[in-house]
């Protein structure tokens, strides 16, 4: 599976942005994806993760409430809406894949994500 990730930019704090995350090769249908996110100096962290088949979901405290996952079978792809936007958001922020028999128990681990895209720039100004 091949990712793409999309939709980064510079905006004011309380504005939105939605990043989408693209597969080819093969469909997401028996994977999650989760969304993480790398500020300078700090771990790449998950804040976001579905499982295809069936939208469950898990959200980080930071973004519950303000992010919303959402999968596009048409274009086979997971979007992560992103409302009221902090400065703290700012980071690069990468989507990945884990196979869905890995268990959903390991989605927040980021070792056990097998495709990665690659990241796109969110700056968010206060």
């Known amino acids: 599976v091949q990712l793409q990730a999309s939709g980064g930019g510079t905006v004011q704090t309380g504005a939105s942005l939605r990043l989408s995350c693209a597969a080819s090769?093969?469909?997401?249908?028996?994977?999650?994806v989760g969304w993480f996110r790398q500020a300078p100096g700090r771990e790449r962290d998950l804040i976001a993760a579905?499982?295809?088949?069936?939208?469950?979901?898990y959200y980080t405290d930071s973004v519950r409430g303000r992010f919303t996952l959402s999968r596009d079978n048409a274009r086979n792809s997971v979007d992560l809406q992103m409302n009221s936007l902090k400065p703290e958001d700012t980071a690069v922020y990468y989507c990945a894949a884990i196979e869905d028999r890995a268990g959903w128990s390991k989605v927040s681990d980021r070792d056990s994500y097998r495709y990665w895209g690659q990241g796109t720039l969110v700056t968010v100004s206060s």
């Open positions: 090769g093969r469909t997401f249908s028996r994977h999650s």
């Open positions: 579905i499982r295809w088949r069936d939208e469950l979901t």
